[in-house]
Structure formats: structure tokens, C-alpha cells
């Protein structure tokens, strides 16, 4: 496993480094990536079928309990079948796809990257790993729609669909690491077999791993960016957004669904009522398409629904008709967005209403898009038709409303084949220059390609019990349970069978009566204009973050040191005061003091308060050194002759530096001209804090058995009995030299500063 | 620890917060140097209040003062004086330089915050 993703980033890097010689072999070469995961799958089907998952270890930190663990299951395996099936047929299609260009082979290159992330997302044992391989499909699929980049509305859908994707991972990763910590391991398989018990965090954790699988797979309300999309090229499109991307969410949901479930009660009812409205609005927007590859788009929205309702449901049955569905859709709809491509490479245009007679101009294309189409409308014998069979009698068990629901979106499902089927390839009144198609010889890959996955869709269509034990082990993998469903070509007349039917009854009649369609489409439009709609949001949602970035920084950015200072000082204070308070402190007031003490601090204070006012620079020198004389004496009060000697020879020096200074100053402050009361506040606030942190500190004060030990050893180690002095050059002489260092550079910065000035001050005189 | 000189501390950082508040460089480096000597007393009323100086002589005294708080106390002084002198030098320097005592507004910081409608529309797709 490790080597087929070696490989992947090994071709990769191949085709970015030789893009000159390659030219149109870039994709062949790019082929080799999901050929290598095809044999890989196939050479280990048997036994992982049989219930013998591939495991793969290699320590990376031990330490931290960070390993790269791979472990292909059945389920895995499902995916990783439909990541080659789809991968192969398209890298061969895009080969004729494309004019041998540079860009050309980057996009293969790109293509390959996402292909192996791809394998490794689904391989991944390690909730870690696969949150680094799901944000690589994420960034290649970023630039895989904007491939066109000289488009600016290719450009705006790439960033759409990174930015919500790219933002829905993030929730994931938040939630995977929430669980993770609650879990106590980050290894999936762990995960599932003991899922976390449900607590508050559990199931935020839950919710924000929900809402990654929800943007990823384009569930509702997140389900715009699928469609935009569709800017990218087709092959792009065929591969990531209708087989295998797209279902990263759904694998997601699946492989985690029945631990959630199991978990919180909540995730059941949610997942089906997302996955549902999903369904029903999907099918609906697609029957208003008049863009093939939109409609196909809003095709893959709804289907992407169906699935990952059944999937993200954690009941067995449910799961089996999940993983049978998955299966057919990624036949189906690739096929026919490769059809799609074809047209649009042969016609330059996917407009049905320009398109008319493709029928007989493209036959052989016709045939590969009915037999998919059959498929996706599930009419009996395809392969649509077992899989859906397999859901409908699952939610039949469930609950009766469920099954009308999807049948709803079943009928829904088949006006749009209809309308795709007859819109690509009908004649019909074409609105204005009808184009036509060109017969593709029978090895075009442009036609065999598609060709290989209808055939595929068509024969399992009718031996479905092949892909029985896959199904059967996938859905065993994840839930635990076998045989909790069947595929078979005809199901025998059971309720089911009658839902479905009536779908595709229902579906040809809508499909028959357009007319009837577009009137009710319009009353429905001029109704839902006026409810949010996804895109809008989206669109109206990014100007106003900008607006708020641009508002706020400008609001905290705004270039003014005292504002800066005020705010760091404010945050300096509340923090540590919002910290203590919940602690319920205990606060002591302590006794008055001596006279002298009240002498001292009150000339003290009223310097300082002086100072604060007073404009002449001068009288501000003579205020300071006031403080500082002062100082110096309440130190000898606290019993320190040696701080008062220090304080006195600074102060001192620091009057004549001032002096210095100010002589080359005006003679006054000029006047401030903004306002002084949120000074005035904030030094308030920073006054009545320092009060209150003595008052704290007071109450929690102990004797320092440091200094205890300094007085015993001082005379008997260093032989000096003023234990001020021994500290400073003995016991903590170290720290004396960092002191004296500070001051060495100091004394030399503010040399080189005032040096110059010196000496032109002498030369100018 | 006594009421007075622990509001007296209190009373040094709130004129030295309000001093550093403003925008004469030269205002800031005196409110500078007074919340330096309000921590400066802080750190000594964390030690014992008035006391005798921590010299021994003979026996231990009850009453003599820690000398821990001193030491470190002293080494801030000295810190403090480097600071302030480079300051001073600093504000010379751009009084000099600029003609002007007073800290501008940040150029760049403005230019940023005024940066409001100009990347509003982002693309869209049509």
C-alpha cells in the first residue's frame, strides 16, 4: 500500500520535472498511478474480502504515539476499486482530451497527486493521516477547477470550493481531536471498535466531524460549491466530483457511522434529514438545467444525498444498499460526464438547447450514454436498478415515509435522465445555431472510455451477485453485521419493487409532460427567490467577512502607540484579576506604617501627581528627581543602606542625563490634543490593580527560606557579613555579570546615539 | 508591608501608566522610570517591612531584613538606569532627526486600517 502511494508521488513528481518531453504521453504515464492501486486491489481482493484486512505499520514517533498505519478492509477496498475503475478509463480519455500542452501535464500531474491522496484518505488507519490526505484532495481539486485560470469564474469556483471544503476540514480536524482525546487513540480502527462515551464533547466532536463529511460531499445547506465546480475540465470532473472526491464525506460517515450513531442519539435523524433534503433539492434543481454538465452536477448533489443518507445511517441494511449505490453511481456518472466531454471536445458547446440530431451524428456515443443513463434511471437489469432495489427494501424496514422520500427523488432522478437523454441527443426545435456532432472512430477514447464503465455498469447489471460478497464484506467491515442485504438482478415482487416501478412511471410521466414541468419549475422559482439560496449565501457571505476583517483591523490597527499600549495594558490587568477572582482569593489589609513612612510616601505622591501635570521640562526633572531622592529613603527604612546608596548615585546620573537631554528640547511639553480621560482611566485601572495584587500578595506572603540560608552561609562560605553584597558578587555573581552585559550594551547604544550629535553640535558652534 | 508605601507603588504606576499613555517620547520615559521604582518598592514589600539591614554581625537578628528582595532590587536600579540613559539617547536622537517629541502615528498601520473598501468585491462567478 505504501508503495502504491510511493508510486503516485513518484509519477507525479515525474511528470512535473519532464513535462517538456512528455506531451501527450503525460497521461499514459499518469495512468500508471490508479493502474498500480487497480492490481493492488485486485491481488488482495480475495482475502480482504474474506475478512483479512492488509495492514500496513511504520513507526514515525514513537514517542508521541504518531504512526502511519494503513489497513484496507472490505470497505476500503470498495473505494479503492472505484478510485482505479474511474481513475484508469479517465486518465485514458484525458489523453485525447487534451492538446499536448505544458499546462497540459501539470493538470496530470495534479490529477495524480489527488489520486493518490485519495488511495491514502481511504487506506489511512490514523484519524491524522487521513485529515492530511482529505486536505490534499482538497487543494489539488482547488487547482484542478481552476485550471482555467484565466477565467475569473473559474477562478471564483475553485476558491469556493475550497474555502467551504477547506473550512469543513478544519471543523473535522477539530472534532477528530476532540473524540481522539476521548477515545484516547487516534487509530480508526480503535476509534470504532470502542467508541468514546457520550459526553458534551463527544458530541461537539461528533457534530464538527458531520460537518466536514457534510461539506465535502455537497450535502445541503453546503451543496453550492458542486456545481461551480463543474468549471473544471471534464475529466476532472468525472473523477473528482462525481466518483471518488465527493465521496471522501461519504466514506466518512459511513466508517464512523455506527460508532456515532452508537454514541448520540442525535446523529441518525440528522444525517437522514440532510441526506433527504439533499436528495429531493438536487433532483429538483437538475430538472432546470439547460447545461448538460450542470445537470449532471446537481445529479451528482442529489444522488451524493441518497448515499450518503444510507450510508451515514450506521444500520446495516442501510449500509449494504449505501455501498451498492456507490458502486453503481460511480459507473454511471462517470460515464456519462465523460459523454458529456465528449460532446463538448467534439461540438464546443454542452447547451441542449443548441444540440440536435446526436443521435445519428454520434452513434456509438449514444448507445454508451442510454446504457448509463438506463443505469442511473434504475430500470430493471441494470445495475442502478439492484443497487437501489438493495436501499429501497432496507428503508422499507426502517420507516415507510423514508422509502417515499427517496422515491420522490427516484421520480425526480428519471425526468432528469429523460431530459438529459433527449436534451443531448434528440432532434428537436434547437433555439438558435444547432450544432452537430462528428462520428468518433470505434478506438477513440473519447468513446471507449466511457464505453468500458457502461459496458461495466451493464453487465453487473445483469450478474449483480458478483459484487455480492464485496458488498456483503464492506458492509460487514464497517457494521459488523453479514447478509444484511442482496443483490440480485430481479428482486421478485415485493413492496419494493412496487416503490421503484412507480418512480419510474412517475419519472416518464414528468419526463413526457415538460410543459407541465417548466410551469410548475417557474412557480416554484418565484417562490424560492425569496428564500436563501446556498449560492447567494456563499456570495454575500465573503464580502461581508472582508467587510468585518477590514473593519476590525482597522478598528485595532490603527496605528497609534498609546492605543496599542492601553490595549496591552488593559489585557494585562483584567487577565491576571479575571484569574485570581475565580479562585476566591483571601486579601489582607495591612497595618498603617511608621511616621516617617507617611512623611516619605506623601512628598513621594505628590511629586508624582505634580509630575503628571506640570508642563516645563525643567520643573519636570527637579519633580522626578524628588521621587527618586525620596525612594532612596523609604529603602533605608526597609533596613537597605546599600539601595539607598545605589538610588541616590542613579538618581543623581539620571538628573544630569535629563538635563543633558532637555537642554536640546523645547522649554515646555506642548499641550496634548486628543482627549485624557481614557488616559486618565486606564492609569487608574492600572493603580487600583497593583493596590489590589500588594493586598493579595500581603495574604499569601511566606518567609523565604532562601533568604534564610543566604544569612546563615554568608559569613561561613564567602566570608563577607553584608549578605546584600555576598548575593550579588558570590552566591548570584552570575547573574551580576548578565546585569552588567545589559548595561555595557545599553550605555554603548546610547553612545553611538548621542556621539554624532556631540560632535556636530562642536563643529556647528 | 505597610497601607502607605504600597499606595504609594500603586500611586507610581498609575501616574507612570498615564505618563507613558501620551506622545512626548520624553513624558514616556519619565512614567517609564516611575513604574520602575512602583516595582521596585512592590518587590521590597513582598520582602519584610521595616527592618534592620541585612549585615550580619555575630547572631541573626529577628528583626533583619531579607535580603533577597534587596538584591534583586538592585540589580532593577542599575537596569533601569541602562534603559533610561539609552532611551534619553534615543529620544535626542529623534527630536534631532524629526523636529518633534512626539510619537506618530505608525504610517503603514494607518495605511492598512484605511484599506477598507478598496478589495471589497471579490470574484464572483457570473
Known sequence: ?765 | MSLITLAVAAILFAVGTYLILQRMLSRVIIGLGLISHGANLLIMLAGTGPATPPVVTGEIAPTVADPLPQAMVLTAIVITFGITAFLLALALRSYLLTGTDAVEDDIEDRRIGRLDRADEEPEVAA
Open chain 1, 1 to 765: 500500500m505504501i508503495l502504491v502511494l510511493l508510486l503516485h508521488l513518484l509519477v507525479a513528481i515525474a511528470l512535473a520535472v519532464f513535462h517538456r518531453r512528455l506531451d501527450k504521453r503525460a497521461f499514459l504515464l499518469g495512468a500508471v498511478g490508479p493502474a498500480a492501486t487497480l492490481l493492488w486491489s485486485l491481488a488482495n481482493y480475495d482475502g480482504v474480502v474474506a475478512g483479512a484486512p492488509v495492514e500496513q505499520l511504520v513507526s514515525w514517533v514513537p514517542s508521541l504515539d504518531l504512526d502511519i498505519v494503513f489497513r484496507v478492509d472490505a470497505y476500503a477496498l470498495v473505494f479503492l476499486l472505484v478510485i482505479a475503475g474511474a481513475g484508469v478509463p479517465i486518465f485514458l480519455y484525458s489523453q485525447r482530451y487534451f492538446t499536448a500542452s505544458r499546462r497540459a501535464t501539470i493538470f496530470a500531474a495534479t490529477m495524480t497527486v489527488f489520486a493518490g491522496a485519495m488511495v491514502g484518505l481511504v487506506a489511512a488507519d490514523h484519524l491524522l493521516a487521513l485529515f492530511v490526505f482529505w486536505e490534499l484532495t482538497t487543494i489539488s481539486s482547488y487547482l484542478l477547477i481552476g485550471y482555467k485560470d484565466e477565467e475569473a469564474s473559474a477562478r471564483s469556483a475553485a476558491l469556493h470550493a475550497a474555502l467551504v471544503t477547506g473550512a469543513g476540514g478544519l471543523a473535522m480536524l477539530g472534532g477528530m481531536v476532540l473524540l481522539a482525546n476521548e477515545a484516547g487513540t487516534y487509530v480508526i480502527s480503535e476509534l470504532t471498535a470502542n467508541p468514546p462515551p457520550a459526553t458534551t464533547a463527544v458530541s461537539v466532536g461528533w457534530a464538527l466531524v458531520l460537518i466536514g463529511a457534510v461539506t465535502k460531499s455537497a450535502q445541503f445547506p453546503f451543496h453550492a460549491w458542486l456545481p461551480g465546480a463543474m468549471a473544471a475540465p471534464t475529466p476532472a470532473s468525472a473523477f473528482l466530483h462525481s466518483a471518488t472526491m465527493v465521496k471522501a464525506g461519504i466514506f466518512l460517515v459511513g466508517r464512523l457511522g455506527v460508532a456515532a450513531a452508537g454514541s448520540v442519539d442525535w446523529w441518525q435523524p440528522v444525517v437522514l434529514t440532510l441526506g433527504a433534503t439533499t436528495m429531493v433539492l438536487g433532483g429538483w434543481r437538475a430538472l432546470r438545467q439547460t447545461d448538460l454538465k450542470l445537470l449532471l452536477a446537481f445529479g451528482t448533489v442529489s444522488q451524493l444525498g441518497f448515499i450518503f443518507l444510507l450510508m451515514g445511517s450506521g444500520d446495516p441494511e442501510l449500509v449494504f444498499g449505501g455501498v451498492a449505490l456507490l458502486l453503481s453511481h460511480a459507473l454511471f456518472k462517470a460515464t456519462l460526464f465523460l459523454v458529456v466531454g465528449a460532446i463538448d471536445h467534439e461540438t464546443g458547446t454542452r447547451d441542449l438547447r443548441r444540440l440536435s440530431g446526436l443521435r445519428r451524428s454520434m452513434p456509438g456515443l449514444f448507445w454508451v450514454a442510454t446504457a448509463a443513463s438506463l443505469s442511473m434511471a434504475a430500470v430493471p437489469l441494470m445495475l442502478g436498478f439492484a443497487a437501489k432495489e438493495a436501499a429501497f427494501v432496507a428503508l422499507l424496514d426502517e420507516n415507510v415515509w423514508w422509502v417515499a422520500i427517496a422515491a420522490a427523488a427516484s421520480t425526480l432522478t428519471v425526468a432528469y435522465t429523460v431530459r438529459f437523454l433527449r436534451g443531448a441527443f434528440g432532434d428537436h426545435d434547437v433555439d438558435r445555431d444547432p450544432v452537430f456532432g462528428r462520428r468518433l472512430s470505434a478506438g477513440d477514447p473519447l468513446l471507449t472510455s466511457p464505453g468500458a464503465l457502461a459496458l461495466a455498469s451493464v453487465v453487473l447489471g445483469l450478474v449483480p451477485t458478483v459484487l455480492f460478497p464485496l458488498t456483503d464484506a464492506a458492509t460487514a467491515a464497517v457494521t459488523g453485521v453479514a447478509k444484511a442485504g442482496k443483490l440480485v438482478v430481479w428482486p421478485g415482487w415485493v413492496p419494493a419493487l412496487a416503490w421503484s416501478l412507480a418512480s419510474l412511471a412517475g419519472g416518464l410521466f414528468l419526463a413526457g409532460r415538460s410543459d407541465l414541468m417548466r410551469r410548475a419549475g417557474d412557480r416554484v422559482a418565484t417562490v424560492s427567490s425569496h428564500l436563501p439560496d446556498a449560492e447567494h449565501t456563499y456570495r454575500r457571505s465573503i464580502p461581508a467577512l472582508l467587510r468585518f476583517a477590514d473593519r476590525s483591523s482597522s478598528v485595532l490597527q490603527n496605528g497609534s502607540l498609546p492605543a496599542y499600549l492601553a490595549i496591552i495594558l488593559i489585557v494585562a490587568v483584567v487577565a491576571p484579576t479575571v484569574a485570581v477572582l475565580t479562585q476566591s482569593p483571601s486579601f489582607a489589609v495591612p497595618e498603617g506604617g511608621s511616621l516617617l513612612e507617611w512623611i516619605l510616601g506623601g512628598l513621594i505622591i505628590g511629586f508624582a501627581v505634580a509630575l503628571a501635570f506640570i508642563r516645563r521640562r525643567f520643573a519636570v526633572v527637579i519633580l522626578l528627581g524628588g521621587v527618586g531622592y525620596g525612594i532612596a529613603a523609604l529603602y533605608s527604612v526597609f533596613g537597605g543602606p546599600d539601595l539607598t546608596l545605589t538610588q541616590l548615585l542613579v538618581e543623581t546620573l539620571v538628573i544630569a542625563l535629563f538635563a543633558f537631554v532637555l537642554r536640546h528640547l523645547p522649554a515646555t511639553f506642548s499641550r496634548p490634543v486628543t482627549a485624557q480621560l481614557p488616559r486618565l482611566a486606564v492609569a487608574l485601572l492600572v493603580g487600583a490593580f497593583v493596590f489590589g495584587a500588594g493586598l493579595f500578595v500581603n495574604a499569601a506572603r511566606q518567609p523565604s527560606s532562601v533568604a534564610a540560608t543566604y544569612l546563615e552561609q554568608s559569613v561561613p562560605e564567602a566570608a563577607g557579613s553584608n549578605v546584600v553584597n555576598v548575593i550579588l558578587v558570590d552566591f548570584r555573581a552570575f547573574d551580576t555579570l548578565g546585569e552588567i552585559t545589559v548595561l555595557v550594551a545599553a550605555v554603548l547604544g546610547a553612545a553611538g546615539l548621542v556621539i554624532p550629535v556631540i560632535r556636530n553640535g562642536r563643529t556647528g558652534s
